[in-house]
């Protein structure tokens, strides 16, 4: 199952519907609480993560320095590797600071696409070759 | 050392002021100066030498930290400048260049200053050698020794630069109280001055300071009838500050106008012992009516530190003046005009001090103030009226380098008349890579006070603007401290004759805050930027998705699915129009010219962006059933009115009702409803949202504003929505009101019922 969080549901619609008929189990959340909470509980059934990094940062991750927002993501990965090092995860976002995939680029188990560059039959390549 | 200890170093600076009253001897004076110098800076030893360039000779005055025999031998003892001994060669360049000077190792390389075995006999080892200047006038060196490899830090230099001006303030005053001994003032009137002086220190306002200072100045010299005065920069005038013995009211003084004036411009004390005399015929200014002897004493900086060029340098600040008059001939003696120039003199260091304390405290203020605005006019005109009223320039200008980065034009300028501000503007435009100031001051990087004369100014700007009356000021570049890029220039300055310089502390005041105000202009339009490039982004993603799933997979979609991605194209296409609009305010563009025409408000705009809002309001999972309105109201308002501007303001409130819905499709309505009163038509939209907080009521309409509540429910969103829909609303003659904050939450928009008039029919009938 790929769970696939992005507060931008609209835009993904596209991507989760390729997703879907090229054979993939998608479970999109575009609340970070709601889909941290499902994370925890599906760890077992999940095999990608795909995560934006602007989002409301909820309740979940107040706590955590998001950026008011601008950096959700950043957050929602660190609380993944708590719980799964090695669950492959799958950055898809529009954030254009260089800063920010730097921080990716030295993960393992991790992939950085930006939005603009990746139709969505591209994106079911890229899991393709993830997920084998 | 990490920081300045201020209250140790008080006690220090006052010890010091005592040093004139305590020592008749100058050789003990100085070497007192010495000790206290070695305490303030917590040195292994410390020197004092004079030096006199004129005989080309430097004399060892005192030391602190050395055994007897160095001091017995060092004590007077006078060097040669060229000359050489004992492997030192006293460089006179170095000397006549008055910097400050380091050595790192005296023991291995006195570098031809100091001499290595001595170095090594008394474990010396790094020093600094402080410029001790009285009138711009290099007079000596403070050396401070440690005992080894010792790297001088901006504190520690500040320190020194603080001890060393002390210093010299205290070297003059004892040179005067000698002089005042010798015209005959009594120990007690020096013993009176210096109370007064301690008392002055204790001032925390320059009013209650200057008020102090006539109250104690008149006491000390036994006269009850004076005045003191303040050169205005701006208009050349003396303003009485403060008076004693009700003074009849005149217009101010201009500088250099009666013996007030003449003091202040001639930059000495003058004493009129019968102003009626012929002497000071055409020269006297009557205050009182029966005044017969006047005393003028100009209260002055005579070392403040100017810049020339790129340099810096010495000069002389006028700050006002103290004037007492009496009703006698002959009033006044040469030792009240020694005592009151000496008084006068630690009053303009303390005033420039207070003041200059005074400037940071407002300038701090203006910059919490910029905080809070986001438009970029706002904040400049807030920096320009911060830099005139509060630093005293009375000509500013800020030019900006283009995007292209090939040219630099004058924006904003203060100081000329009205009617001369576009063509100024107009004609200071000029390439980078002309040879023009501001190009210059863009390619160097450097704070520069050019010379009047520089062939660097625009001849056809300075004839037309008469500049040689000015100044010409100060031009600073305003660098992004990131990227170390210069966005524009900064030019202030006063008129040229009613100062003679550019003082270095109003230079650091000012760059200190061109430097923070750089950075929040760049830190805001960054910001704003990257919102609206990420909803670019955004809505530029969802059109090529979609398109590309219907490319390839249209034959396997149901007619439905296929019409839902049309309509999120479509929906896609609206926010990026919307976007360009936002983006357009941002960069200051001018809006398209406007099409006025006959609009069913309702049913052409209303209904419409309902309609186009469809995939917005399914993404919540709410029903467009929700989105409540009066089929009865469809025909209520037809006016003329700019259709694409009006439709932006009812997409920002319907889209913003959308995004700050409560979650829950059973929570979420809009009801719109039309009203209208004698003049008005009044368009009511109400939802059921999140709500805005009272306290938000009027911040949600400035620019860049967003609540804490939206910003936690939506994290994109620029904030310029409701400020460019309030703005579109004025522009026709209505307005856009938050009538209530929560449950509902509902603005107005006011449309003036005048619309109703067809311009183009009006315009035929005129």
């Not at chain 2, 009053?347 to 701090?364: G, S, T, V």
């Not at chain 2, 090529?544 to 699915?561: G, M, P, W």
Request: charged content about 30%.
């Amino acid at each position: 199952m790929i769970l696939f969080v992005d507060d931008e549901k609209r835009e993904m619609d596209s991507y989760v519907q390729e997703l879907e008929l090229s054979g993939y189990k998608v479970v999109f959340k575009k609340d970070a609480d709601v889909a941290l909470e499902f994370f925890e509980k599906s760890l077992n059934e999940i095999d990608l993560v795909i995560l934006d990094i602007m989002m409301s940062p909820g309740s979940s991750f107040k706590q955590m320095d998001t950026q008011m927002g601008l950096r959700t993501g950043i957050a929602f990965y660190k609380k993944i590797r708590e719980k799964a090092s090695e669950l492959p995860v799958l950055i898809f976002t529009n954030v254009s600071d260089e800063k920010v995939s730097e921080t990716f680029l030295k993960e393992t188990k991790c992939q950085f696409l930006r939005k603009e560059n990746y139709l969505p039959f591209e994106v079911v390549d890229e899991v393709k070759k993830i997920l084998g | 050392m990490s920081k300045i200890e201020i209250d140790p170093l008080i006690d220090i600076l006052n010890a010091l002021s005592e040093v004139p009253l305590q020592y008749i001897d100058k050789r003990q004076a100085l070497k007192r100066i010495t000790e206290l110098g070695r305490k303030a800076l917590n040195s292994h030893a410390c020197t004092l030498i004079f030096v006199d360039l004129e005989n080309r000779c430097i004399t060892h005055e005192a030391c602190a930290g050395f055994d007897e025999e160095y001091e017995k031998h060092m004590a007077g003892r006078q060097i040669k400048l060229g000359s050489s001994k004992d492997g030192v060669h006293l460089d006179f360049d170095l000397f006549a260049k008055g910097e400050e000077v380091t050595i790192d190792n005296l023991q291995e390389n006195g570098q031809g200053v100091a001499n290595p075995d001595i170095a090594r006999k008394y474990n010396l080892y790094s020093v600094m050698g402080y410029p001790l200047n009285s009138d711009g006038r290099l007079i000596g060196y403070f050396n401070h020794f440690s005992s080894e490899y010792h790297h001088f830090y901006k504190n520690e230099r500040e320190l020194i630069k603080i001890f060393a001006r002390q210093a010299v303030l205290t070297i003059e005053r004892f040179e005067h109280y000698r002089m005042l001994e010798r015209s005959s003032i009594s120990l007690k009137r020096l013993e009176r001055l210096n109370e007064i002086m301690q008392e002055m220190t204790k001032a925390r306002d320059v009013d209650k300071l200057l008020e102090l200072i006539l109250d104690r100045g008149l006491e000390l010299i036994g006269f009850r009838r004076g005045w003191i005065s303040r050169l205005n920069f701006k208009t050349g005038e003396l303003d009485v500050v403060a008076d004693h013995d009700n003074p009849p009211k005149r217009p101010p003084l201009k500088l250099g106008q009666g013996i007030t004036g003449k003091a202040l411009q001639e930059e000495r004390p003058i004493r009129a012992d019968n102003v009626y005399s012929p002497e000071w015929n055409g020269i006297y200014v009557e205050i009182w009516p029966d005044t017969h002897s006047e005393l003028a004493v100009p209260i002055l900086i005579n070392n403040a530190e100017i810049r020339k060029g790129r340099k810096i340098n010495f000069g002389s600040k006028p700050i006002g003046v103290f004037n007492v008059e009496s009703p006698d001939p002959c009033a006044f003696f040469q030792a009240d005009e020694d005592i009151l120039w000496s008084l006068a003199r630690h009053a303009a260091i303390m005033i420039e001090r207070l003041e200059f304390d005074q400037k940071l405290a407002k300038l701090a203020k203006i910059e919490k103030e910029i905080l809070g605005r986001k438009n970029w006019d706002e904040i400049i005109n807030i920096v320009m009226q911060g830099i005139t009223e509060t630093l005293g320039f009375a000509y500013v200008n800020v030019s900006l380098v283009n995007p292209e980065h090939t040219r630099i034009k004058t924006e904003y300028v203060i100081g000329y008349p009205d009617n001369e501000v576009e063509e100024f503007k107009r004609m200071a435009d000029h390439s980078l890579d002309s040879n023009d100031i501001q190009a210059d001051i863009v390619r160097s990087k450097q704070i520069e006070v050019p010379d009047i004369e520089d062939k660097r100014f625009d001849p056809g700007i300075r004839k037309r603007f008469r500049h040689d009356r000015l100044i010409r000021g100060v031009y600073m570049p305003m660098i992004v401290p990131s990227d170390d890029r210069v966005i524009g220039t900064i030019e202030a300055g006063y008129e040229i004759s009613h100062r003679n310089y550019i003082y270095e502390r109003d230079i650091q005041i000012l760059k200190g805050f061109v430097d923070y105000v750089t950075l929040a202009l760049e830190q805001r339009k960054k910001w704003l930027l990257e919102q609206i490039g990420h909803e670019f982004r955004s809505a530029i993603v969802g059109i090529k998705s979609n398109a590309s799933f219907l490319q390839r997979r249209v034959e396997e979609l149901t007619q439905d699915l296929i019409q839902r991605k049309f309509d999120d194209i479509l929906t896609d296409c609206e926010i990026l129009l919307f976007q360009v609009k936002e983006l357009e305010h941002i960069l200051g563009l001018p809006a398209p010219i406007s099409k006025i025409e006959k609009t069913v408000v309702v049913r052409d705009i209303i209904i419409k962006t309902i309609k186009q809002l469809k995939p917005l309001i399914a993404e919540q999972g709410f029903h467009l059933s929700k989105i409540e309105y009066n089929p009865a109201d469809i025909p209520k308002i037809i006016i003329y009115v700019d259709k694409a501007k009006l439709n932006q303001v009812v997409y920002n409130l319907l889209t913003n009702s959308i995004k700050y819905a409560e979650d829950g499709p059973d929570l979420f309505t809009i009801r719109i409803l039309v009203n209208e009163t004698k003049d008005n038509f009044i368009i009511k939209f109400k939802d059921w949202g999140i709500g805005i907080g009272k306290e938000f009521s009027e911040k949600i309409f400035e620019e860049g504003f967003r609540t804490p509540e939206a910003v936690s429910k939506n994290v994109t969103g620029s904030g310029l929505g409701l400020t460019i829909s309030r703005k579109i609303m004025r522009e026709f003659g209505g307005d856009l009101v938050l009538a209530n904050n929560d449950k509902p939450t509902e603005f107005h928009m006011i449309l003036p019922k005048r619309l109703k008039e067809d311009p183009n029919d009006s315009f035929r009938r005129r």
